[in-house]
């Protein structure tokens, strides 16, 4: 797992329990802070607006809100963010990875290697069958899903939502 060199004292997998829905409620960081990783990736401070599954793709609102990222978040250009480190429940605060390598993200079943991604009617996940889905620029599998649907290696590279 990659280290934040910047702010001091961040942790990729560290969670802080929300009280409410406030984004201004028991942050260790400002929302929307942005660290640098020791890998050369980004990651951003979020609080989370629903559960979110470790690895899970996630679209990150205006005001650093994050959930598991769907179609109409992608239409709507959220900002798209990875949670490969730990899990979030609803109304924590933590750290997303906006860019970087060797982490990995949810795909479902037979998700091709080194192809165009698009958002999917799975909460959470992208697929590289395009049928009725957004494409998600910046952002490709290492490896093929052997047809399980689980988390894989990915690279991103400033990923965003790109409407047809």
Same mark, same amino acid.
């Given at each position: 797992?990659?280290?934040?060199? &910047? !702010? ?13 829905? &406030? ?12 660290? +640098? ?20 793709? $996630? ?8 959930? !598991? ?14 949670? !490969? ?10 750290? $997303? ?21 698009? &958002? ?18 910046? $952002?490709? +599998? ?5 047809? &399980? ?9 400033? !990923? ?5």
């Amino acid at each position: 797992m990659a280290e934040v060199l &910047s !702010p001091i004292g961040a942790k990729l997998d560290e969670r802080v329990t929300g009280t409410g829905t &406030s984004s201004n409620e028991g942050n260790q960081f400002k929302v929307g802070q942005k660290a +640098i990783l020791d890998d050369g990736g980004e990651a951003v401070y979020v609080h989370a607006s629903a559960a979110i599954v470790a690895s899970d793709v $996630v679209g990150i609102d205006e005001n650093f809100e994050a959930a !598991p990222i769907t179609k109409a978040m992608a239409d709507d250009g959220f900002m798209v963010g990875f949670s !490969p480190d730990a899990a979030f429940s609803d109304n924590d605060f933590g750290w $997303v990875r906006t860019h970087g390598t060797n982490f990995t993200i949810n795909v479902l079943a037979s998700c091709a290697a080194d192809a165009v991604l698009y &958002s999917t009617g799975t909460a959470g996940k992208l697929d590289d069958a395009s049928s009725s889905q957004t494409k998600i620029d910046g $952002v490709v +599998i290492v490896t093929a899903d052997g047809g &399980s649907g689980s988390a894989i290696e990915c690279i991103a590279t400033h !990923p965003k939502s790109t409407t047809f």
